[in-house]
C-alpha cells in the first residue's frame, strides 16, 4: 500500500533538533503524517522518512520565472473577460487591464496572471481566436512597460504561443495539459515553467456531484502523473508548480480537506500554487454574497497557506493580502524582505 508523507509544519519558531526546514522557507517540520488509502493517517518523526521521501520536501525548489522561492510569492489575477466570476467585464478593455496591472504591481505583486477564458462553474469554452485577441495584447503592453514576470492562464496551445509571442514567462492551464495535449509541447519548446492544476470535470460540469475516493490522495495521484507527462515532453521537473485546483470539481467538504492536508503536496518536489481568491466557499462559511465580501477570507485562506509552505498565492486583492502577510513575518520574527 502506497504511502503519502505530510509535513506537520510549524512557522515561526525555533527549530529544534531533529528538524528539517522545508526548501528555502520559513516552515520547518520534525514529525510527518503517512496517510494510505483505507488506512489511519501514522504520525511518525521526520528522521524515520524514506531519504527520498525526505529530499523531495527539504531540498531548495529552483527559482521559477526569475522569483526565488524564499518566500511566498503573489500572483496578481488579471481577468481580461466579461464574465469571470469576481471581476467578469471590469478589465477586459486593454487600457483597464493596463491599468490594473500597474496597480498591482505597486501593491506588491510579483507575477500577473492574465486570463481571456472564465473557468467558473458553468463557463462554456471560449473560441481560439477571441481568448488569443483578448490576452495577447495586454501581454505586450504589460511586457512593453517593464519586466515583471507574466503568466498566461489558458488551456489551449494556439493561445499560450501566441501569449509566449508577447511576452509571457509562465504557462498556467487548469487542466494540466488534459484540454490540450499539444500545449506540453508548446511550453516544453519554449523552456518556460508551468503551473499544472487538478480539476475533475470542465467548468460546465464540474460542479454538478464531484466525487473522489479521498479527495487529499486522488488529487496527489492526479498531479503526480501529470508531471510524468509533462516531464515526458520536456519540461523540466524543477520548473513545474503544482495547484490542487480549490472549487474545480469540489465540494465544500473537499476544498476544506484540500486545505488542511495542502502541505502533502510539498511531496511532489514542486512548488506548491493556491488559488482560493473570493471563491464561493468563503461566502458560504464566512458570509459574502458577491466575490468582492470575500475579502477578509481569502486573506484568511491565503495567511493558512502561506503557514503551510506555499510557495504561490493567485489572488484579486494584493494588497490586502501582502499587508497580511508582512505583519504575519513580521509578527512571527521569519524573514521577509
Not at 322 to 334: C, F, H, M, P, R
Request: glycine fraction near 10%.
Amino acid at each position: 500500500m502506497s504511502a503519502y508523507y505530510r509535513p506537520i509544519l510549524r512557522f515561526g519558531e525555533q527549530p529544534g533538533d531533529g528538524a528539517f526546514h522545508l526548501g528555502q522557507g520559513a516552515c520547518w517540520f520534525d514529525s510527518v503524517a503517512v496517510h494510505r488509502r483505507d488506512a489511519e493517517v501514522q504520525i511518525i518523526p521526520a528522521s524515520a522518512m524514506p531519504d527520498d521521501a525526505l529530499a523531495r520536501l527539504t531540498t531548495p525548489r529552483a527559482p521559477i520565472a526569475g522569483m526565488t522561492l524564499d518566500r511566498p510569492r503573489l500572483m496578481g489575477i488579471l481577468n481580461v473577460t466579461p464574465d469571470s466570476f469576481s471581476d467578469g467585464g471590469q478589465f477586459d478593455a486593454p487600457e483597464a487591464a493596463l491599468a490594473q496591472a500597474h496597480r498591482m504591481q505597486a501593491d506588491g505583486a510579483d507575477i500577473i496572471d492574465v486570463g481571456g477564458e472564465s473557468t467558473r462553474p458553468g463557463a462554456a469554452v471560449v473560441p481560439i481566436d477571441d481568448e488569443t485577441a483578448r490576452t495577447a495584447p495586454v501581454i505586450a503592453a504589460i511586457r512593453a512597460q517593464g519586466s515583471v514576470p507574466i503568466s498566461i492562464d489558458t488551456r489551449k496551445a494556439s493561445v499560450a504561443r501566441a501569449a509566449i509571442d508577447a511576452g509571457a514567462t509562465l504557462i498556467n492551464d487548469v487542466a494540466a495539459f488534459t484540454f490540450d495535449p499539444a500545449l506540453a509541447d508548446v511550453t516544453a519548446d519554449a523552456g518556460l515553467p508551468v503551473c499544472l492544476m487538478h480539476a475533475q470535470g470542465d467548468p460546465q460540469t464540474m460542479q454538478d456531484d464531484p466525487r473522489y475516493d479521498d479527495v487529499l490522495l486522488d488529487v496527489y495521484d492526479f498531479l503526480t502523473a501529470r508531471i510524468e507527462v509533462a516531464v515526458a515532453a520536456g519540461v523540466r521537473r524543477d520548473q513545474i508548480v503544482v495547484d490542487p485546483g480549490i472549487g474545480f470539481g469540489k465540494t465544500l467538504d473537499h476544498n476544506l480537506i484540500l486545505l488542511r492536508g495542502i502541505a502533502l503536496f510539498h511531496s511532489l518536489g514542486c512548488p506548491v500554487l493556491l488559488g482560493a481568491s473570493r471563491k464561493r466557499f468563503i461566502g458560504v462559511i464566512g458570509g459574502g454574497e458577491t466575490a468582492t465580501d470575500r475579502v477578509s477570507g481569502s486573506v484568511s485562506v491565503a495567511l493558512h497557506a502561506a503557514r503551510q509552505g506555499v510557495q504561490f498565492l493567485r489572488v484579486h486583492d494584493i494588497f490586502a493580502t501582502k499587508q497580511a502577510l508582512d505583519l504575519e513575518w513580521a509578527i512571527s520574527g521569519a524573514a521577509q524582505t
